[in-house]
């Protein structure tokens, strides 16, 4: 006797049924009444997605993103104490214009040890936006924020400047600017990495070496997780059942 198990989604509600497919008799059948909002309910009548867990789903990625940037600068402060380059308390307490200026200044000026250390607990502090696209989706439409993002990249790259630069040059001119808003792809913030590390590297050849330069830019500063396999949570809408 072969059955059929049938879903049904409602709009709060998911309605379920075993078919007795020769004598097409009902051998079972219920719901899974989801509650929902007056607000929720409206949302997803319109055809917009949503979830009773997207709010823990934010806030859950937000505490993961977190936690993620206290293990990097921990392990970013522990290579600094080894080469001697963890900055002290005066550095650490720089106004935004002066920290700004040194990492300016660090693209083409001879910068101490420590200096060198402040300039880069300052780059572990934005990373810059790394797109999680598939290499399949990559011919999709960005969105209007990728969009953006690009767009000031390329203006970035036109002007010859690195983000130090440029964002000292704003402050320098107005220091209200909002540097919050303004992103730049992670590749940007790589290549002021490396051009501030290529010019250090100059004074301080027996220290920065290679090797050290790539395990703070690879290992900790902007090292990246691999996406987990969610194969898992795929499952049929129809199914038989024997």
């Known amino acids: 006797m072969k059955k059929i198990l049938g879903l049904d989604l409602g709009v709060s509600s998911i309605g379920w049924a075993i078919v007795e497919e020769e004598e097409k008799q009902i051998l079972g059948m219920g719901s899974r009444i ?6 929720d309910k409206d949302e997803f009548s319109k055809g917009n997605a949503i979830s009773k867990n997207q709010k823990r789903t934010l ?28 900055p002290d308390s005066n550095l650490i307490k720089l106004s935004k214009i002066e920290l700004w200026k040194i990492r300016s200044d660090a ?4 910068l101490s040890l420590q200096e060198i250390g402040r300039v880069l607990l300052h780059l572990n502090q934005k990373r810059g936006y790394k797109s999680s696209r598939s290499e399949a989706n990559l011919d999709k439409k960005d969105t209007e924020y990728v969009a953006v993002v690009k767009s000031r990249y390329e ?8 983000i130090g630069k440029k964002f000292y040059n704003e402050l320098i001119n107005n220091e209200y600017y909002r540097i919050k808003e303004q992103v730049f792809p ?30 703070i ?10 996406l987990k396999s ?9 199914c038989n059942v024997v």
């Open 155 to 162: 203006k970035l790259k036109e002007s010859g400047l690195s």
């Open 217 to 226: 830019r690879d290992e900790v500063i902007y090292y990246q997780r691999k």
């Open 59 to 86: 806030r859950r990625t937000q505490r993961k993103g977190y936690d993620r940037y206290q293990l990097r600068r921990q392990n970013l402060i522990a290579l600094l104490k080894q080469y001697n380059m963890l």
């Open 107 to 110: 693209t083409i000026n001879k």
């Open 34 to 39: 989801i509650p929902l909002s007056t607000d």
């Open 230 to 238: 969610q194969k898992g949570l795929v499952s049929r809408h129809i």
């Open 186 to 215: 992670r590749e940007a913030y790589i290549e002021e990495f490396n051009l501030i590390l290529r010019n250090q590297q100059k004074f301080y050849p027996e220290i920065l070496t290679d090797d050290l330069i790539k395990k």
